[in-house]
């Protein structure tokens, strides 16, 4: 079982940053692949971005690659999503997830859910 709990959302600018953390529980994060995905109002989940077991490979959304990072912490059993340069079209709440398995950008491929943060962004 691994748990998955995501902070660090909130109201920012247009233009603006903000790092999103998801702490997990569980001795099995180190074996997992991490992703983050999204869901505006109204919309399906997207995928945004996803990371290794190791942290060597990283993947990413055509809209977001250059403006967000996604790097993991084993030691700290984290994964974290920093996002710049942000725009209003980025505003939902943010899900991180683990696949015991593999990287994956599809959401039904993947096994343990956060909650989500809210992530607002102002033009």
């Known amino acids: 079982q691994v748990q998955l709990v995501e902070s660090g959302g909130g109201l920012v600018q247009a233009g603006g940053s903000l790092r999103l953390s998801c702490a997990a529980s569980?001795?099995?994060?180190?074996?997992?692949?991490m992703g983050w995905f999204r869901q505006a109002p109204g919309k399906g989940r997207e995928f945004v971005a996803a990371?290794?077991?190791?942290?060597?490979?990283?993947y990413y959304k055509d809209s977001v690659k250059g403006r967000f990072t996604i790097s993991r912490d084993n030691a700290k059993n984290t994964v974290y999503l920093q996002m710049n340069s942000l725009k209003p079209e980025d505003t939902a709440v943010y899900y991180c997830?683990?696949?015991?398995?593999?990287?994956?950008?599809?959401?039904?491929?993947?096994?343990?859910w956060g909650q989500g943060t809210q992530v607002t962004v102002s033009s």
């Open positions: 997830a683990a696949n015991l398995y593999h990287s994956s950008s599809t959401a039904g491929e993947y096994d343990y």
């Open positions: 569980g001795r099995t994060f180190s074996n997992c692949a």
């Open positions: 990371i290794s077991v190791s942290g060597g490979r990283t």
